[in-house]
T-cell receptor, first 114, second 109 residues
Framework: EAQVTQNPRYLITVTGKKLTVTCSQNMNHEYMSWYRQDPGLGLRQIYYSMNVEVTDKGDVPEGYKVSRKEKRNFPLILESPSPNQTSLYFC?????????????FGEGSWLTVV | GQNIDQPTEMTATEGAIVQINCTYQTSGFNGLFWYQQHAGEAPTFLSYNVLDGLEEKGRFSSFLSRSKGYSYLLLKELQMKDSASYLCAVDNYGQNFVFGPGTRLSVLP
């Protein structure tokens, strides 16, 4: 089954404790992206990647890091989480940046930083 | 820069028709997506428009005017399960996908 898998789905952590949210897709997609979603603000892009070893900042990259060492994986790293990073996070992938390719989303990761 | 606007909330009655508008200002426009998102769940794909005009898919239709930077999603024969947020997203060719703030639709009996 074609899917985007995120882990963990739910996490409560403390300020300053490094954490990684993993994302993996089994569709051989070139494009992957991370979004955060907060009430009233919609989906805001954190980072995206056009292909292996290629990453770019989205609209809200501060406090986050990513890497794309393999095509299927695109982990989101919070080096020193803060309470303002409490949010719902979505990983997404798409075949490439060409015409009409659908964006596939993971199920979301609820992150609370206390 | 890029800017995408949608109404924050809308309310409609079961069985009615509702139109959700989306306006955008962006560079390198390639097309526009509409997604549905139920609370706490991942967005799911509804439609993609690249050419001007109306695309119909069952109870849902989506319209695009590239010259006006305008799109709308039309939902007919509303059902209670259509209560959700509706997100428009611009496909910025050569760059990335940018989502609007979303419109929360409440369908009342």
């Amino acid at each position: 089954e074609a899917q985007v898998t995120q882990n963990p789905r739910y996490l409560i952590t403390v300020t300053g404790k490094k954490l990684t949210v993993t994302c993996s897709q089994n569709m051989n997609h070139e494009y992957m992206s991370w979004y955060r979603q907060d009430p009233g603000l919609g989906l805001r892009q954190i980072y995206y990647s056009m292909n292996v070893e290629v990453t770019d900042k989205g609209d809200v990259p501060e406090g986050y890091k990513v890497s794309r060492k393999e095509k299927r994986n695109f982990p989101l790293i919070l080096e020193s989480p803060s309470p303002n990073q409490t949010s719902l996070y979505f990983c997404a992938s798409s075949p490439d940046r060409g015409y009409g390719n659908t964006i596939y989303f993971g199920e979301g990761s609820w992150l609370t930083v206390v | 820069g890029q800017n995408i606007d949608q109404p924050t909330e809308m309310t409609a009655t079961e069985g009615a028709i509702v139109q959700i508008n989306c306006t955008y200002q962006t560079s390198g426009f390639n097309g526009l997506f509409w997604y549905q998102q139920h609370a706490g769940e991942a967005p799911t794909f509804l439609s993609y428009n690249v050419l001007d005009g109306l695309e119909e898919k069952g109870r849902f239709s989506s319209f695009l005017s590239r010259s006006k930077g305008y799109s709308y999603l039309l939902l007919k024969e509303l059902q209670m399960k259509d209560s959700a947020s509706y997100l428009c997203a611009v496909d910025n060719y050569g760059q990335n996908f940018v989502f609007g703030p979303g419109t929360r639709l409440s369908v009342l009996p």
